[in-house]
């Protein structure tokens, strides 16, 4: 059996580089220890899915998402594996069609003043009856909440936690939003 750690070495990244290709694994080039050659990010990814490993991550359980800044891989769970990433994106599947817009509208216009997305995510969990660690319920209230924020129902108010490459790509724990349009 052969193996199968697949890296990811970052490129030299010009000052005017674009944050999306970053972000979407460019400026970087990838190997594995068994020789098979992996010109881009998606020859990468191809790779780890046929090795049974997580797409995102690589194997390697944690994301690099700019140099220097790493998180345990959310696709994944941390694993490295291909069959708990499947398993998180069925899991998301099933929130997206249970959480939807209208859900989680409906939550928020109770907030009387901001509200995180902790808060709103709790919110719908127990509007829902929803257990714990079923389903990613954070993770699509975020998604809702932008989706919101995009089409100007609510504004992001929190000023980011990290700014990991100037104030082009910056992260955000907890944020928390203010309802502009009224209930």
Known sequence: MHAHT??????????DADDTALLAGGYRSYSCVCGTPLPTRMAAELHAVETDQ???CLGSAVEEVVPGFTRRCTSCTGTGRRRMQLIWEMAYAQAEVTITVEVVRGVISRFTGPFSLSQAADAVRGTLGLRPG?????????DVLRELEGTGE??????????LRGASIVLYRDP???RTIPA
């Not at 079923?134 to 975020?142: D, E, I, W």
């Not at 609510?154 to 700014?163: K, R, V």
Request: hydrophobic share 45%; with cysteine.
């Open 176 to 178: 928390t939003w203010q």
């Open 54 to 56: 997580c797409s995102t």
């Open 134 to 142: 079923r389903m990613p319920v954070g993770p699509r209230v975020r």
């Open 154 to 163: 609510i504004a992001l108010i929190s000023a980011p936690d990290e700014l």
């Open 6 to 15: 697949i890296f990811a070495e970052w490129d030299e990244i010009p000052d």
